[in-house]
């Protein structure tokens, strides 16, 4: 079952992207006084709304600037609307990243905009590197917040081990707006590895679920394990093959060569197995993390599942195996992603996601024709359903927020 | 502080609390109901010294489905309640307020399930930390989380304060282990969460329960990730002549790509403290020792401390030459793990668990030193390196009320200049009783008002392990934000 919860630009009445907090909380306490619906934004690489009516939409894009950032620290603050790029681009020039390798989102989507650091915050963004280091929420240290109460909330503190008071991060961290604007975050850093190895092997799906779960128990640190299908491998120019398992390893060099070792003895002694690193590694990863080697155009839909935690059945996947779809599984950034051409209808998407993935949450990122829309296959009641109402409506008793 | 605990109003009478411990014992098994005077006063304390709650009345259910009959029925009676684990909290956390029906976890010491090939295990709550990994062993699977009481705390006290130790670095925390969560509300229903429900939460509720010290729900199982056992493990041991040179060291290392498993400091007040109590070659005339233990491949580790060796200091920074060992066979980490039992050698003792930014780490140790001296109150200090916490010990010997209250004015003032170095009053023990009253300092009135409506979202009127956390605003015990 499908509900479209569809926004057109044309339900947009209208918009606002302060660039002081204090104006965002004026706007928002007019829009609350004329009970309008608001809608979050930050870069506007998505659109996303729960809502039929019309709504306001208010924008974090221009509340930017990093706020503090010193490299022995190991964490960074920046205002929410502060670009991505910017953000990485400070830590590279200091040997330091995000942990976690947040997606750009503007490939799958076909939109333009500019992705945000507020924005990798409210949608736990995470990529490949999710593998070893976790999801995006578990690297927030604070962030401050602009709730439906038009107060302004600091949750959690700017430091990298805190347990004062009641965590608000973990909450604020993927709740896609639902809770308030947020205009501050607080994200711990981490050095750049010397040196980063790329295998590629030629194999299965389930080979993949495989490999990592066992590499795992070995305790070899695998930072990417992303399986992309065939009919992508060759559009991409890799040859003809059934897909191909892309595995990372990185860290000191001795540490990688240890790791390689270990995977290699892994691997059947016939794997066809072959081997980057450096610029090219990274090349290819950013293609994975992004979605981008799959030839997603104008016409197509592109779907995309969330999987849970590891330990989620590992064999979810065989349905998807068997259809003759663009699609990559990314066991780090914790989704598998599809591109159905414009014959392919989502009735049959979602039966074959029924039947393969049935703890995950699909979700049509993009419709076909490009217009963007977003669609969520509507979920069974759950016993913390009410529990998460009056936590959203702590926030936001007034439900301003869209 | 504990006079805190003297100001607080008498619970007022409610018949229906009369009648509630024999519903209670007459719905529960036999024994699961401690009601005897002489009994309580096990729970009435916990591993603070913030003085003695008042239980109403303890319980012990075996399961969930028994939690969830008390929860319902001390509900329905308006009794409060307190969820304890092993009771080990330093803050008071387990100190029953309110004349609180305390639910305990011992009898919830199972282990439901053990996944051996994806490292994942289901169990009780009540089960110890250090019990987790003797299961699992044998499969080659440790859990990693190592708070100082891990032979004795309890897996649900962990989750409750979302505990950790010095392997934070390299493993992360109870939160970054947790996989699934079962817990009670208070009105009696269940919460299945993560790996435990069929459908994902929209929000990280999670994530949430981990670390609120018992003031949303009663935990009764969790799911952790494992990790696998290392195959070497090697230990370096560095004497300095100044702190400023062991901080610069560990800076490095931290720069290096290299992630220790635990890289540990210690001042020259807590290795002349443990050297005498747990001998184990400490030289006592450093200023600074830093411990660090690097874990993986053979090969891996050998290169890797060989690599850490070649980033210590000139040896007129040092104090005698660096120990490499492999940590099987080393003695070097006995006295940094013998630190609590070294410090109540002393008699009674403060100890603090607050955090700052790394780069505030030095001039904090500093100011730790000024801050004890002026109120002439002895310190030791020992440190996680990799994320700026510092646990500092203050002595005050005999239950003297007055060198305690000049203890807890130093511990104060020190959890108050964290704040003011942009850092946390608590990075491992939690806020409980003991450091509730300064939550006001670290946070805002408003922050601390949505804090507070989204504890009484789960538990409304707070009578969840009442009194703790959150300062009540305007309350009669509370103090303002300094």
């Given at each position: 079952?499908?509900?479209?919860?569809?926004?057109?630009?044309?339900?947009?009445?209208?918009?606002?992207?302060?660039?002081?907090?204090?104006?965002?909380?004026?706007?928002?306490?007019?829009?609350?006084?004329?009970?309008?619906?608001?809608?979050?934004?930050?870069?506007?690489?998505?659109?996303?709304?729960?809502?039929?009516?019309?709504?306001?939409?208010?924008?974090?894009?221009?509340?930017?600037?990093?706020?503090?950032?010193?490299?022995?620290?190991?964490?960074?603050?920046?205002?929410?609307?502060?670009?991505?790029?910017?953000?990485?681009?400070?830590?590279?020039?200091?040997?330091?990243?995000?942990?976690?390798?947040?997606?750009?989102?503007?490939?799958?989507?076909?939109?333009?905009?500019?992705?945000?650091?507020?924005?990798?915050?409210?949608?736990?963004?995470?990529?490949?590197?999710?593998?070893?280091?976790?999801?995006?929420?578990?690297?927030?240290?604070?962030?401050?917040?602009?709730?439906?109460?038009?107060?302004?909330?600091?949750?959690?503190?700017?430091?990298?081990?805190?347990?004062?008071?009641?965590?608000?991060?973990?909450?604020?961290?993927?709740?896609?707006?639902?809770?308030?604007?947020?205009?501050?975050?607080?994200?711990?850093?981490?050095?750049?590895?010397?040196?980063?190895?790329?295998?590629?092997?030629?194999?299965?799906?389930?080979?993949?679920?495989?490999?990592?779960?066992?590499?795992?128990?070995?305790?070899?640190?695998?930072?990417?394990?992303?399986?992309?299908?065939?009919?992508?491998?060759?559009?991409?120019?890799?040859?003809?093959?059934?897909?191909?398992?892309?595995?990372?390893?990185?860290?000191?060099?001795?540490?990688?060569?240890?790791?390689?070792?270990?995977?290699?003895?892994?691997?059947?002694?016939?794997?066809?197995?072959?081997?980057?690193?450096?610029?090219?590694?990274?090349?290819?990863?950013?293609?994975?993390?992004?979605?981008?080697?799959?030839?997603?155009?104008?016409?197509?839909?592109?779907?995309?599942?969330?999987?849970?935690?590891?330990?989620?059945?590992?064999?979810?996947?065989?349905?998807?195996?068997?259809?003759?779809?663009?699609?990559?599984?990314?066991?780090?950034?914790?989704?598998?992603?599809?591109?159905?051409?414009?014959?392919?209808?989502?009735?049959?998407?979602?039966?074959?996601?029924?039947?393969?993935?049935?703890?995950?949450?699909?979700?049509?990122?993009?419709?076909?024709?490009?217009?963007?829309?977003?669609?969520?296959?509507?979920?069974?009641?759950?016993?913390?359903?009410?529990?998460?109402?009056?936590?959203?409506?702590s926030f936001d008793p007034d439900h301003v927020l869209a | 502080m504990f006079l805190a605990l003297l100001r607080?109003?008498?619970?007022?009478?409610?018949?229906?609390?009369?009648?509630?411990?024999?519903?209670?014992?007459?719905?529960?098994?036999?024994?699961?109901?401690?009601?005897?005077?002489?009994?309580?006063?096990?729970?009435?304390?916990?591993?603070?010294?913030?003085?003695?709650?008042?239980?109403?009345?303890?319980?012990?259910?075996?399961?969930?489905?028994?939690?969830?009959?008390?929860?319902?029925?001390?509900?329905?009676?308006?009794?409060?309640?307190?969820?304890?684990?092993?009771?080990?909290?330093?803050?008071?956390?387990?100190?029953?307020?309110?004349?609180?029906?305390?639910?305990?976890?011992?009898?919830?010491?199972?282990?439901?399930?053990?996944?051996?090939?994806?490292?994942?295990?289901?169990?009780?709550?009540?089960?110890?930390?250090?019990?987790?990994?003797?299961?699992?062993?044998?499969?080659?699977?440790?859990?990693?989380?190592?708070?100082?009481?891990?032979?004795?705390?309890?897996?649900?006290?962990?989750?409750?304060?979302?505990?950790?130790?010095?392997?934070?670095?390299?493993?992360?925390?109870?939160?970054?282990?947790?996989?699934?969560?079962?817990?009670?509300?208070?009105?009696?229903?269940?919460?299945?969460?993560?790996?435990?429900?069929?459908?994902?939460?929209?929000?990280?509720?999670?994530?949430?329960?981990?670390?609120?010290?018992?003031?949303?729900?009663?935990?009764?199982?969790?799911?952790?990730?494992?990790?696998?056992?290392?195959?070497?493990?090697?230990?370096?041991?560095?004497?300095?002549?100044?702190?400023?040179?062991?901080?610069?060291?560990?800076?490095?290392?931290?720069?290096?790509?290299?992630?220790?498993?635990?890289?540990?400091?210690?001042?020259?007040?807590?290795?002349?403290?443990?050297?005498?109590?747990?001998?184990?070659?400490?030289?006592?005339?450093?200023?600074?020792?830093?411990?660090?233990?690097?874990?993986?491949?053979?090969?891996?580790?050998?290169?890797?401390?060989?690599?850490?060796?070649?980033?210590l200091p000139d040896p007129a920074d040092l104090v005698g030459q660096a120990r490499v060992e492999a940590s099987?066979?080393?003695?070097?980490?006995?006295?940094?793990?013998?630190?609590?039992?070294?410090?109540?050698?002393?008699?009674?003792?403060?100890?603090?668990?607050?955090?700052?930014?790394?780069?505030?780490?030095?001039?904090?140790?500093?100011?730790?030193?000024?801050?004890?001296?002026?109120?002439?109150?002895?310190?030791?200090?020992?440190?996680?390196?990799?994320?700026?916490?510092?646990?500092?010990?203050?002595?005050?010997?005999?239950?003297?009320?007055?060198?305690?209250?000049?203890?807890?004015?130093?511990?104060?003032?020190?959890?108050?200049?964290?704040?003011?170095?942009?850092?946390?009053?608590?990075?491992?023990?939690?806020?409980?009783?003991?450091?509730?009253?300064?939550?006001?300092?670290?946070?805002?009135?408003?922050?601390?008002?949505?804090?507070?409506?989204?504890?009484?979202?789960?538990?409304?009127?707070?009578?969840?392990?009442?009194?703790?956390?959150?300062?009540?605003?305007?309350?009669?015990?509370?103090?303002?934000?300094?």
């Open positions: 079952m499908i509900y479209y919860d569809a926004l057109t630009e044309s339900s947009v009445v209208s918009s606002f992207a302060p660039d002081r907090e204090e104006d965002a909380a004026e706007w928002l306490r007019s829009a609350r006084s004329r009970r309008a619906r608001v809608r979050l934004c930050g870069g506007d690489t998505r659109r996303r709304s729960r809502a039929e009516d019309p709504v306001h939409t208010l924008s974090s894009r221009n509340l930017c600037g990093v706020l503090r950032y010193e490299p022995r620290d190991r964490l960074i603050v920046a205002r929410a609307g502060t670009p991505l790029a910017v953000v990485e681009q400070l830590l590279a020039r200091n040997g330091q990243r995000l942990p976690f390798e947040p997606a750009d989102p503007r490939h799958l989507l076909g939109r333009p905009g500019t992705p945000t650091i507020g924005a990798v915050a409210a949608a736990n963004v995470t990529g490949p590197r999710g593998l070893e280091a976790g999801e995006a929420r578990a690297h927030l240290l604070a962030a401050r917040l602009l709730n439906g109460r038009i107060e302004s909330v600091r949750c959690g503190t700017a430091t990298l081990k805190d347990v004062a008071g009641v965590d608000l991060t973990r909450l604020v961290a993927g709740s896609l707006g639902r809770l308030g604007l947020i205009t501050e975050v607080a994200f711990r850093v981490v050095s750049i590895p010397e040196h980063e190895l790329t295998l590629r092997i030629a194999a299965p799906a389930r080979d993949l679920l495989r490999w990592s779960a066992q590499a795992r128990a070995r305790g070899i640190r695998l930072t990417g394990g992303v399986w992309l299908c065939g009919a992508s491998m060759l559009e991409a120019g890799y040859g003809r093959c059934c897909g191909s398992a892309f595995l990372r390893l990185e860290g000191p060099h001795a540490m990688v060569t240890a790791h390689r070792r270990r995977m290699l003895d892994l691997l059947p002694t016939d794997a066809d197995v072959e081997e980057c690193s450096g610029p090219t590694s990274a090349a290819i990863w950013t293609r994975l993390r992004d979605g981008s080697f799959l030839p997603a155009v104008e016409a197509d839909d592109v779907w995309e599942w969330r999987l849970g935690a590891e330990g989620e059945a590992l064999d979810p996947v065989r349905p998807f195996d068997e259809i003759g779809l663009n699609w990559q599984l990314d066991l780090g950034g914790r989704r598998l992603l599809c591109v159905a051409g414009a014959g392919v209808r989502s009735e049959q998407l979602t039966q074959l996601a029924s039947a393969g993935l049935p703890q995950c949450r699909p979700a049509l990122l993009r419709g076909s024709g490009g217009s963007v829309r977003a669609h969520r296959m509507s979920r069974p009641g759950t016993s913390f359903q009410p529990l998460e109402r009056a936590v959203m409506a | 607080r109003p008498a619970p007022t009478p409610v018949p229906a609390r009369c009648g509630v411990v024999e519903r209670l014992t007459e719905a529960l098994p036999q024994g699961a109901v401690i009601r005897s005077a002489h009994s309580l006063t096990t729970y009435e304390r916990d591993g603070s010294l913030e003085g003695t709650g008042d239980p109403l009345a303890v319980v012990l259910p075996e399961n969930t489905d028994q939690v969830q009959t008390v929860m319902r029925m001390a509900a329905q009676a308006g009794v409060p309640v307190m969820p304890r684990g092993a009771g080990t909290s330093r803050c008071g956390g387990a100190i029953p307020l309110d004349a609180s029906l305390v639910i305990g976890t011992s009898r919830m010491k199972q282990v439901l399930a053990f996944d051996s090939e994806r490292g994942l295990i289901r169990v009780q709550a009540g089960i110890a930390n250090l019990a987790v990994s003797a299961h699992t062993q044998a499969s080659g699977w440790c859990y990693s989380p190592d708070p100082s009481s891990r032979r004795t705390c309890s897996i649900g006290g962990n989750v409750g304060s979302n505990a950790s130790g010095a392997c934070a670095l390299r493993h992360g925390r109870t939160s970054d282990k947790l996989r699934g969560l079962t817990a009670v509300r208070r009105d009696g229903s269940r919460l299945d969460l993560g790996l435990h429900s069929a459908v994902p939460a929209q929000l990280d509720l999670m994530g949430l329960l981990c670390g609120s010290e018992g003031q949303l729900a009663f935990i009764t199982e969790v799911t952790l990730a494992l990790d696998p056992l290392p195959e070497c493990s090697w230990t370096l041991a560095a004497h300095f002549r100044s702190p400023t040179a062991a901080v610069a060291f560990a800076e490095r290392v931290l720069h290096s790509g290299w992630t220790p498993h635990r890289i540990e400091f210690m001042d020259l007040h807590a290795i002349r403290l443990t050297e005498r109590v747990a001998p184990c070659g400490y030289d006592v005339a450093a200023q600074a020792l830093v411990l660090l233990e690097l874990q993986g491949f053979d090969e891996e580790v050998r290169a890797g401390i060989d690599l850490l060796r070649q980033l099987q066979s080393s003695s070097m980490w006995q006295g940094r793990e013998a630190i609590y039992r070294a410090a109540s050698t002393l008699g009674a003792f403060e100890a603090l668990d607050v955090n700052v930014p790394l780069g505030r780490f030095e001039a904090m140790l500093q100011r730790v030193g000024e801050i004890a001296e002026a109120c002439g109150v002895a310190h030791a200090t020992v440190a996680h390196m990799g994320d700026g916490t510092l646990h500092t010990f203050l002595p005050y010997g005999a239950m003297d009320a007055a060198a305690r209250s000049r203890v807890m004015a130093c511990a104060d003032e020190v959890r108050l200049a964290c704040v003011a170095e942009g850092g946390s009053i608590s990075a491992e023990y939690g806020v409980g009783l003991s450091r509730r009253d300064l939550l006001g300092a670290q946070y805002a009135a408003t922050d601390l008002d949505q804090q507070r409506r989204v504890r009484d979202a789960f538990a409304p009127g707070g009578e969840l392990n009442p009194g703790k956390v959150i300062p009540q605003r305007n309350g009669e015990w509370g103090r303002p934000p300094q």
